[in-house]
């Protein structure tokens, strides 16, 4: 998917805590499989067993603080990716995690205002605006805005990627 | 305004401006993955249009995570990384001669002071033990890497961290990063870089460091770097395949802030499921039963931990409800606990000792937990699940805490079975 193919975003909310770890997104015991379809009924298993089979195309996932902290690997965004969740809201993310992201083209934004616990309640319908930031309860009105992120991740993620990024850059030294 | 080390490394590989939040293109000194990322990355470099990759003597595959291959899937992911390394004759070692990444690619002298290491595994960090700028990506940016020889990092913040003191014969590396991940808690470091200092450092052995830095991702940390001093130039002397700059801070660095640590006053410490950042001492949770303990891995797979370990279990046994894994990090480790006899101590005192793989630590293979078990585990994570099953628990330790909750049967101070 491409990060630039869609600026607006909704869905209903999944809603958790703080340090949301990439062995709970994709537990170790899937990795034998880098295959998204594979690892997407696998996505949340460890805590939430009721992801998997309750996401929808769109729905959006909204977390604490260091969502994506722990291990390298990028079946953790892959499997949300695959699982049909459109973008990932959290107070922060682990620095890897959010590299994965772009890299892949996952919208991700970090809002610490939306990942306050009274914020967002499991069901809401949310609205992300990747192009200003700006993020939308529907469900109770509530409006927050994000931090921006830094330019040249922005083209990146709107080039759809590092594939295409690295793919030009070869291209042009050749 | 003077440099960090981790802005002095930077800025020694790009040409771009390097400040604490800047973006800048780095050449990057060497970039591997393993058996679970290597694969996916490869895919990537192909559809990147990647031919060869920048340096097949700075690219390398590591299979060490499903290894010896735990099943048919895992054993045709291994495939692929084997026929790849082979095709662009980039550095690969097989089963019987590879180790745990973190311990084996120091141990061959493959990572060295002041240089750039990105690995497709979160504990690349480690290499700050050497005073080199490691850090983990994703498989993507690894093919990225693999396909130009640079990437871009964001210039990170830093957080001095000052030990002092004397520390007791009873302690090392790890109780001293879960009580510093403790302080700062698990994202007390995220996007930072950790730079070690204090006179308390010249008393840490270089593989007690190794186990510091490989724990700054726990803290959320891009590195963990300990400021070159002889035991790091000794270290990297002897083994160094290449040659090396290493890089310094300068006096008037600026840090975000400055953590303090009186080494003396740490005792034996322990991390409670499910952060690393739930730090106790280790005499506080002393009723905790379990049921397995796991020593190795690249926190706590070196000479010296093995050699901890098997001080405390020598004449002892393993306690009768607990199963206990010695896992010796790389052959090198491997022969040296042979040589030294430590291998008899671990079978003697009723514990398994398998080779060299990351095996039990994120729940691939070799101990896994059942429902409702809990063990000590050497290893870097105690997250909800990393060992097996959801409903299992990990209490993470150094190699002197676990042998002696593997005799007492619960988690255990060693000084209890000091007599």
């Given amino acids: ?174 | 305004m003077g440099r960090t080390i981790a802005e002095a490394i930077i800025a020694s590989r790009t040409t771009d401006r390097v400040s604490a939040g800047a973006i800048c293109q780095v050449k990057v000194d060497f970039a591997f993955a393993n058996d679970i990322t290597g694969p996916p990355a490869i895919e990537e470099f192909k559809r990147m249009g990647g031919v060869r990759v920048f340096d097949p003597d700075r690219c390398a595959i590591l299979p060490d995570h499903f290894t010896p291959n735990k099943d048919i899937a895992s054993a045709g992911q291994a495939k692929i990384a084997r026929l790849f390394a082979r095709e662009q004759g980039m550095l690969y070692w097989e089963v019987g001669r590879v180790g745990v990444e973190h311990a084996f690619l120091p141990e061959q002298g493959l990572v060295v002071p002041g240089e750039i290491v990105v690995g497709g595994d979160s504990h690349t960090c480690t290499y700050g033990a050497v005073g080199a700028l490691g850090t983990g990506m994703g498989q993507t940016d690894i093919a990225g890497i693999w396909a130009l020889g640079e990437t871009w990092l964001r210039v990170p913040e830093t957080i001095k961290v000052v030990l002092s003191g004397h520390p007791s014969k009873w302690i090392g590396g790890k109780d001293l990063i879960i009580h510093l991940i403790g302080m700062i808690g698990v994202e007390g470091a995220r996007y930072r870089s950790l730079e070690f200092h204090g006179d308390a450092v010249a008393e840490i052995p270089q593989d007690d460091r190794f186990t510091m830095s490989n724990m700054a991702i726990e803290a959320g940390g891009k590195c963990g770097i300990f400021v070159p001093d002889e035991t790091t130039l000794a270290y990297a002397r002897a083994r160094a395949r290449r040659d090396f700059t290493p890089a310094y801070p300068d006096g008037d660095a600026r840090y975000e802030r400055v953590v303090e640590i009186d080494v003396s006053k740490i005792e034996p410490t322990v991390a409670l499921p499910h952060l690393p950042g739930n730090s106790i001492t280790a005499r506080e949770c002393s009723k905790m039963e379990i049921d397995q303990v796991f020593i190795g891995s690249c926190t706590n797979g070196r000479i010296s931990d093995i050699e901890k370990a098997a001080s405390i279990l020598k004449g002892r046994r393993v306690h009768d409800n607990v199963r206990l894994m010695v896992i010796p990090a790389s052959y090198e480790v491997y022969n040296r606990a042979l040589d030294l006899g430590l291998i008899r101590v671990f079978t003697d005192a009723g514990a398994s000792v398998c080779t060299p793989t990351c095996g039990p630590c994120m729940g691939g293979h070799l101990g896994i937990l059942a429902k409702g078990e809990r063990a000590v585990s050497t290893s870097n994570r105690n997250f909800v699940g990393r060992m097996g099953h959801p409903e299992s628990e990990i209490v993470l330790a150094g190699p002197m805490v676990a042998a002696a909750s593997a005799v007492l049967g619960r988690v255990a101070d060693p000084r209890e079975l000091d007599s």
């Avoid at chain 1, 973008?87 to 990942?115: D, H, T």
């Avoid at chain 1, 990747?130 to 330019?151: C, D, H, K, M, Y």
Wanted: hydrophobic share 40%; aromatic share 6%; glycine share 10%.
């Fill in chain 1, 1 to 174: 998917m491409s990060g630039s193919s869609k600026k607006i975003l909704a869905g209903r909310a999944w809603v958790y805590g703080e340090n949301v770890n990439t062995d709970v997104i994709i537990p170790a015991r899937y990795l034998n499989t880098s295959d998204p379809e594979r690892l997407a009924p696998h996505c949340m298993e460890d805590i939430d067993s009721a992801f998997a089979d309750g996401v929808a195309q769109g729905d959006i996932i909204v977390a604490g603080n260091n969502f994506g902290c722990g291990s390298s690997r990028e079946h953790a965004p892959i499997a949300i990716m695959a699982s049909g969740i459109s973008c990932v809201i959290a107070g922060s993310f682990g620095r890897i995690f959010f590299r994965n992201a772009i890299n892949i083209g996952l919208p991700i934004l970090e809002c610490p205002e939306a990942a306050l616990s009274s914020a967002v309640s499991k069901g809401d319908r949310i609205e992300a605006d990747l192009q200003t930031g700006r993020v939308l309860n529907i469900t109770n009105g509530r409006e927050f805005a994000s931090n921006p992120i830094p330019e040249f991740l922005q083209s990146l993620f709107s080039a759809g990627g590092l594939v295409p990024y690295v793919r030009k850059r070869l291209e042009s030294a050749s």
